[in-house]
């Protein structure tokens, strides 16, 4: 035994070294595939904080340069020095297709190119409102003019009395995916570009895009609502799930994005789980094994125990019934006798000994009879009976030893209740908890007893309101021999556990508060 309780030892540190071993060998690959992905995550955000610094430098650019050629503002006129300024700027920037000075009335001051002399700007076109009202440079939104894709560039001309017009330069937004190629040359089936206020890309780095809307991606609407994001979620362009990372341009003047499939950004990811779930799966392997071995000994060990402690009850019984019919017979014998010489004799004292040996003869038959019904193994007989029948019966006798206590006794059942039991048993169970309620109250008081169908189960509360349980003695509740009465024997709970808990699958719940009362609430299934 001592060298099976050793082996059982080493099993069971070799488990527990495994088992943190395992534990930490998840925590690690966890955090490392946490924090893989999130620099993955991370190099996106950092591409696209470059391309926004880049996209707001450039557009800032062109709005200074466009102010700076048409100063000194002359928008009724234009002299020879701005014209040869604002030509330069075409040559330097060869995706402005062309550059015009717009008064105040929406009509086109100077055009770089003639025929945009007979296409006179709508002075309702939202860009040229915005740019009067607010006095601040910008970006349009995405349009067609001349048969043509087009993005426009905006600065404010400004005199003492306010804006006077503005010039703007027309972009070809197929001439900026240069400003995005080499951000993203290296990421897979990468897509970078700029939308619009309304979600319509205006810029990209493939430029068959240019003209589609991503406003349906959250990413992109977050971003147009001033907010940076990067979200999975299905893409508008190849129907595939992306990452997809946004972030709002300077002044709300649009949206960057960034997106490219989950598979390409986790690919890091995946590499490392290549590796380490095998090694995982390893340790939980030998874990399982362990923990198997283990619980077939332990099954071998309960079986075995089991076995031994079913012959020690066989023993106890066949000992209790032995002892309980030698002692019985004398018992009887001295009950009888005592009887007959009370009745023969006139001396009161002899009267009142000979009742007080009665009494002490019956409590040591009723310790007997528990002694017997819990060491002997009762066949359990399982019929259907009326537990309300049952309650009531026990009402009737309890009822009878509750007169001499002063107890008054209710009982409330709302519905007749069948169940699958064996009568006889729960019978026993609910009097011995009846008996025990009434001794609890000495000097008068109130036992409820009351049954009801409770979530598909009848439901059983044996109140009192008697002198109640120490909190430190509710634990031991049905433990044999355990007792808090000076003349009790401990046995009767044990009986009412075993018969509710163990024979009939039932549930006991017990409260108790001190000068208050008991409450006993059982649950017993229906069938």
């Known amino acids: 035994m001592i060298g099976k309780s050793n082996d059982e030892g080493k099993q069971w540190g070799l488990g527990s070294v495994l088992l943190l071993f395992l534990l930490c060998t998840v925590g690690l690959v966890f955090m490392t595939l946490k924090g893989v992905q999130q620099q993955c995550v991370d190099k996106n955000i950092s591409i696209l904080y470059q391309g926004t ?23 009724t006129g234009i002299d020879s020095g701005t014209l040869n300024r604002l030509q330069r700027i075409g040559i330097n920037y060869p995706e402005i297709n062309s550059i015009s000075i717009i008064d105040y009335e929406g009509q086109t001051v100077y055009p770089s190119h003639q025929q945009q002399w ?26 067609t003019k001349l048969g043509s894709r087009a993005l426009v560039v905006y600065a404010p001309l400004l005199q003492d009395r306010g804006v006077v017009g503005i010039i703007q330069a027309v972009i070809d937004p197929y001439k900026l995916n240069n400003m995005f190629s080499d951000l993203i040359s290296e990421r897979e089936q990468s897509f970078l570009g700029i939308t619009d206020t309304n979600g319509v890309i205006v810029a990209f780095s493939h430029p068959q895009y240019i003209g589609t809307s991503l406003n349906r991606l959250e990413a992109v609407q977050l971003a147009l609502q001033g907010r940076n994001a990067a979200i999975a979620e299905t893409s508008v362009l190849g129907e595939d ?46 874990l399982v094994v362990l923990i198997y071995r283990r619980g077939l000994r332990s099954s071998h060990r309960e079986v075995d125990l089991m076995a031994l402690q079913a012959e020690k009850a066989n023993a106890v019984a066949e000992i209790a019934a032995s002892v309980a019919h030698e002692v019985r017979n004398p018992l009887t014998g001295i009950r009888g006798f005592m009887q007959l010489l009370s009745s023969r004799t006139k001396d009161p004292k002899a009267h009142e000994y000979g009742k007080l040996i009665v009494e002490e003869v019956d409590r040591v038959e009723v310790i007997i009879s528990e002694f017997l019904s819990l060491a002997k193994p009762h066949s359990m007989r399982r019929t259907k009976c009326s537990l309300t029948g049952i309650l009531r019966s026990v009402y009737l006798l309890a009822s009878g030893r509750g007169i001499y206590n002063g107890v008054d006794i209710e009982f409330i ?11 006889a048993q729960l019978k026993q169970a609910f009097l011995n908890l009846c008996t025990n309620s009434i001794q609890a109250m000495p000097k008068g008081g109130k036992l409820t007893i009351s049954v009801k169908c409770e979530d598909g189960q009848a439901f059983v509360l044996i109140q009192d309101t008697g002198e109640g349980i120490r909190p430190e003695h509710l634990s031991r509740l049905g433990e044999r021999f355990f007792t808090t009465k000076e003349d009790g024997s401990g046995l009767g709970l044990a009986v009412v556990y ?21 409450s006993f609430s059982i649950w017993l299934p229906l069938e």
């Open 53 to 75: 610094d880049r996209v707001n430098s450039y557009f800032t650019r062109i709005q200074e340069v466009l102010v700076t050629a048409a100063e000194p503002v002359t928008p």
């Open 118 to 143: 007979n296409h006179p700007l709508n002075s309702a076109d939202k860009y040229f409102q915005k740019a009067v009202k607010s006095s601040k440079p910008g970006i349009s939104e995405l349009y």
């Open 241 to 286: 799930w992306r990452l997809v990372v946004a972030r709002p341009l300077a002044d709300n003047q649009g949206a960057i994005v960034l997106s490219q499939p989950t598979k390409a950004v986790y690919s890091p990811v995946t590499a490392l789980l290549t590796y380490e779930i095998p090694a995982v799966l390893i340790w939980i392997i030998l």
């Open 413 to 423: 059942e709302t519905e007749s209740i069948g169940i699958m039991a064996d009568g």
């Open 498 to 518: 075993r018969v509710i808990e163990d024979n009939h699958r039932g549930k006991i719940e017990v409260r108790s508060e001190l000068n208050k009362g008991t």
